[in-house]
């Protein structure tokens, strides 16, 4: 019969510890390049015509929502 250590860093293979350093840094990852993409959003904004920058928006608020997601998890205040 098989285990699942589902809400523990700890695997039967001893390989929990490192697939959570994995995570993290996966997670990290995608903080930063999220980041980048609302700065980057941002500076188009300041040029964008008038009816791109709802589009331009939109596309901010959705990675400053992933960024803000991403801190969260590796804050653990989030099960990721």
């Avoid at 608020?61 to 991403?70: D, G, K, P, S, V």
């Amino acid at each position: 019969m098989r285990r699942f250590y589902k809400d523990t860093d700890i695997s039967p293979s001893g390989r929990g510890d490192n697939m959570s350093k994995l995570k993290d840094q996966i997670i990290r990852l995608i903080e930063r390049n999220a980041r980048s993409k609302v700065a980057v959003l941002a500076s188009e904004y300041v040029r964008a015509k008038p009816e791109e920058k709802e589009a331009i928006q939109a596309g901010i608020e959705i990675e400053r929502w992933l960024a803000e997601t991403c801190q969260e998890c590796l804050d653990h205040s989030l099960q990721c």
